[in-house]
């Protein structure tokens, strides 16, 4: 069965204290990891795509990893505004005919002044 | 460029009572999605379209039924509304599969408490 695991749950930060957010997938045939920000009481705003173990993506002061087995999404010198949800899902195989996303459940990262 | 709207953003229902959600999207996207997100649950698939005139279940059907009359709208309806169903419902939209850039859209959500 596909499977997404996000963690930690939630994070707290510093201003400026660098951290990573882990995505750990089991999926039959990968065809796409997605990263998500969702603000509160708002829907979810995509962030970036991985398709291959060894990509890397970048956007101001975050940068998505991807291996065989997980994403990271690493989050240098965070500011307040980068408190959020950030959520990871895949696309299988199975679910490219129909671009259906599997979820996780999210990683809640508030950044403190 | 609206993007993907959805109505209303709040609704409280008595079990029993039913409701349509709509989803309205701009950008010319041929799938559409319904999911719910519950605490601690992540957004679960309700039911998709993948064409005008065409549905099909997700992972969390019953329920629920939907319509996809014209390309840029997608309905959900709650025929008998139970508190099992309070949540928050998110509309997606996104180009057909096959190329790389066809990530979903999602609209800003409905908050549905049903007491």
């Known amino acids: 069965e596909d499977q997404v695991t996000q963690s930690p749950e939630a994070l707290r930060l510093q201003e400026g204290e660098s951290s990573s957010l882990n995505c750990s997938y089991t999926?039959?045939?990968?065809?796409?990891l997605f990263w998500y920000r969702q603000d509160p009481g708002k829907g979810p705003e995509f962030l970036f795509t991985l398709y291959s173990a060894g990509e890397e993506k970048e956007k101001e002061r975050l940068k998505a990893t991807l291996t065989k087995k997980e994403s990271f999404l690493h989050i240098t010198a965070p500011k307040p505004e980068d408190s959020a949800t950030y959520l990871c899902a895949v696309r299988s195989f199975y679910g490219g005919a129909t671009n259906k996303l599997i979820f996780g459940t999210g990683t809640l990262l508030a950044v403190q002044p | 460029n609206a993007g993907v709207t959805q109505t209303p953003k709040f609704r409280v229902l008595k079990t029993g009572q039913s409701m349509t959600l709509l989803c309205a999207q701009d950008?010319?996207?041929?799938?559409m999605y319904w999911y719910r997100q519950d605490p601690g649950m992540g957004l679960r698939l309700i039911h998709y379209?993948?064409?005008?005139?065409?549905?099909a279940k997700g992972e969390v059907p019953d329920g629920y039924n939907v319509s996809r009359l014209k390309k840029q709208n997608f309905l959900l309806g709650l025929e008998s509304a139970a508190p099992s169903q309070t949540s928050v419902y998110f509309c997606a939209s996104s180009y057909a599969s096959g190329g790389k850039y066809n990530e979903q859209f999602f609209g800003p959500g409905t908050r549905l408490t049903v007491l």
């Open positions: 379209s993948v064409g005008e005139g065409t549905t």
């Open positions: 999926v039959s045939g990968l065809r796409g």
């Open positions: 950008m010319n996207h041929e799938y």
